[in-house]
């Protein structure tokens, strides 16, 4: 068993509730010694078989506390709001395989509701960027941005960001449908773009291949996981 895939015991240090449905769980990582943003970690949910995979929204080396911003959803996410502080929780991780950060280009980091969450890590190791960020209410929103969109599709503004500070790169996570759309302004003006997708998984590991998408390598279609071989993929070689 690689340390990747071992269970890792946390304890909370916090577990709260920072906008609508969205929670801010912090917690010691035990023997971790890195994460790149992009990563994930999969918690287990002692009421449910398969662990639930959530960004890393920040991970602190010298303190080993590790981030995560989590929507409440269903059962999982459920349990996720009754941690409380000194309790243990059971993970296991990093998995994926993270941006690759590209320091020399001016970057805009284009976040979607929770999709935000692995920006904020790519953020504080990114040198020259802009995060921008859309919600689809007021009561949504958490944390800082340099530009946020409420209601409307932060895509629209995308391209006029991208000219007005000469992005040369775009790193975006969110809904399929802005994912998307990020990447068809980035083709159109010939920037370079990742985006960090997401699949529903049950092993996370690369193992039971339910997370598996096609995608374009040159002119070879390769299947590929999602959870190992992403989540983070170039834009223009999702079969979208
Ligand atoms: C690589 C990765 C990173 C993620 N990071 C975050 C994060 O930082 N914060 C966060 O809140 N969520 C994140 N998610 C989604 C999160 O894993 C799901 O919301 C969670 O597993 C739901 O578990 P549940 O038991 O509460 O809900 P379930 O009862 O399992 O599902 C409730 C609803 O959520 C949907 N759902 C379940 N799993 C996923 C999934 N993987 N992606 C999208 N929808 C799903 C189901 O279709 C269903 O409609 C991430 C998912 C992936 C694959
Ligand atoms: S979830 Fe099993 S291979 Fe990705």
Redesign the pocket.
């Known amino acids: 068993m690689t340390l990747e895939n071992k269970n890792h015991i946390g304890i909370v240090i916090s577990n709260e509730k920072v906008a609508n449905e969205t929670y801010k769980l912090e917690f010691l990582s035990g023997d971790i010694k890195n994460i790149n943003p992009g990563q994930?970690v999969s918690i287990l949910?002692p009421n449910?078989t398969l662990r639930?995979?959530?960004?890393v929204?920040n991970f602190n080396c010298q303190k080993k506390e590790i981030t995560?911003?989590?929507?409440?959803?269903?059962?999982?996410?459920?349990y996720l709001t009754t941690l409380k502080k000194d309790d243990e929780i059971i993970f296991s991780g990093p998995f994926?395989n993270g941006f690759n950060i590209e320091n020399d280009k001016n970057s805009l980091l284009v976040g979607a509701g929770?999709g935000v969450?692995?920006l904020f890590f790519l953020k504080k190791k990114i040198e020259k960027s802009i995060f921008i960020a859309g919600f689809k209410s007021e009561d949504e929103v958490f944390n800082k941005y340099d530009y946020i969109k409420i209601g409307g599709s932060i895509v629209d503004d995308v391209e006029r960001i991208i000219w007005e500070n000469n992005i040369q790169k775009v790193y975006s996570c969110g809904p399929k449908i802005v994912l998307e759309k990020v990447y068809e302004i980035c083709k159109k003006l010939k920037i370079s773009n990742e985006i960090a997708f997401?699949?529903?998984?049950a092993c996370g590991i690369g193992v039971c291949k339910g997370c598996t998408i096609n995608i374009k390598d040159g002119k070879i279609i390769r299947n590929v996981t999602?959870?190992k071989d992403g989540?983070v993929f170039k834009g223009e070689s999702i079969i979208w």
């Open positions: 994930f949910c449910l639930r995979p959530f960004s929204a995560v911003y989590y929507r409440k959803k269903g059962q999982g996410t459920e994926g929770i969450a692995p997401e699949k529903v998984m999602v959870c989540p």
